[in-house]
């Protein structure tokens, strides 16, 4: 059984930061290539970012390119998605994937103001 579990979202004015976490249980296949979508009101779902099981050459979709950092820590089974200079646009709810089975977290909200 495979699970994903989102935390770290939250109110934050614009320019600001946050980190998001995303806590994964099960089995290691599931681990090896993680992402993060975004859902923002209204719209469809947006994938910002995605790292393989080495940490190297991480995806960043152009929105959030130079601002928001995804990092993994093996030995935790955590994702993590630091977001700085933060912007309204970035209001969303934000989702864990994993991107080989097809799991997804609950999800965590981001309000920026």
């Known amino acids: 059984h495979v699970q994903l579990v989102e935390s770290g979202g939250g109110s934050v004015q614009a320019g600001g930061s946050l980190r998001l976490s995303c806590v994964a249980s099960?089995?290691?296949?599931?681990?090896?290539?993680m992402a993060w979508f975004r859902q923002a009101p209204g719209e469809g779902l947006e994938c910002i970012s995605n790292?393989?099981?080495?940490?190297?050459?991480?995806y960043y979709a152009d929105s959030v390119k130079g601002r928001f950092t995804i990092s993994r820590d093996n030995a935790k089974n955590t994702v993590y998605l630091q977001m700085n200079s933060v912007k309204p646009e970035d209001t969303a709810v934000y989702y864990c994937v994993s991107l080989v089975l097809g799991y997804w977290g609950q999800g965590t909200q981001v309000t920026v103001s």
């Open positions: 790292i393989d099981s080495g940490g190297g050459n991480p």
């Open positions: 099960g089995n290691a296949e599931s681990r090896k290539c």
